[in-house]
């Protein structure tokens, strides 16, 4: 992990542990324990965890906070697998489910579950989130491709950054958007006003989201969009579409919850994930219907 936060007006003359807690939703003793090893770096240098920061400075975070040991198996994780050979495993997550234990969730997460069921990812990539080669946020339903080996684990995590795994995803948003196609290309880092959220913004990591309208309603007024991503930022599907001013149909964060439809997660799924294998090159194609609370909602929208 490697992140810059620009300290707003709000956290001037804050200290750098509490500063960075508000930022991140970390605890300050996490914070703490960052700054102590030396991963934590304001303007490019290190700082004991009382400097006071100044509006416009740059936090470089280097590491996330650690997990006390490494997630354990947990056969009670219901995991629904959708495709599986020797080297990969394609699983449907319902919402709700967080993908690996990080700070706030040490446990009860998707791999607690996959360990279960594939004891062998436990030495497979990184082993604090073993297999996971990408995620999906906890409110996200839909497919996730995880790997079984160490040749599967690099095949992927190169096919990822070189944009060569077809992700496509189903969301419900408000408004209709004026062009039935496109793509938003706009960077995004995190939010300076709302420092927990995600915002475009200038000097953010470079991001691309395509688009387009497969259906619209009257009542109320929304449109179906087709996502596909080019890149993999946090929440970026979420932040783009907010962006152009069609927020996702139930996201609370990013200004999705509005009278007319009650949804207590954003409509967003992951429906579609292909590629070429890994390991034996062979094509995979994996479908996901809608979750269910989503098809429910789509029935009771007048078209």
Known sequence: ????????????????????????????REVQELVAAGSILVDGERVPKSRKLEAGSVVEVLAEPEVAGLPVADPSIDVVVRYEDGDLVVVAKPAGLVVHPGAGHPEGTLVNGLLARYPEIADVG????????????????????????????????????DHDVERRYDALVWGVPESPRG????????????????????????????????????????????????????????????????????????????????????????????????????AVAVEEPLAPELAALLETLSA
């Open 1 to 28: 992990m490697a992140e810059q936060l620009v300290v707003p007006d709000a956290l001037a003359g804050e200290r750098v542990d509490r500063a960075v807690a508000l930022l991140t939703g970390w605890t300050r």
């Open 183 to 282: 793509v938003i290309d706009a960077p995004i880092g995190r939010s300076i006003r709302r420092p927990t959220r995600m915002s475009v913004r200038e000097g953010g990591r470079v991001a691309r989201t395509a688009y387009e309208v497969v259906d619209t309603y009257r009542e109320p007024h929304v449109a179906r969009l087709e996502c596909r991503l080019e890149t993999g930022r946090t929440h970026q599907i979420r932040v783009h579409l907010l962006a152009i001013g069609h927020p996702v149909v139930g996201d609370a964060a990013y200004g999705g919850q509005r009278p007319g439809l009650i949804l207590d997660r954003p409509f967003l799924h992951a429906g579609g994930l292909a590629f070429a294998h890994p390991v034996t090159g062979d």
């Open 126 to 161: 990184d082993p604090a989130r073993p297999g996971i080669v990408h995620r999906l946020d906890r409110d996200t339903s839909g497919l996730l491709v995880v790997a079984r080996s160490a040749a599967a684990y690099d095949g992927l995590v190169e096919m990822l950054a």
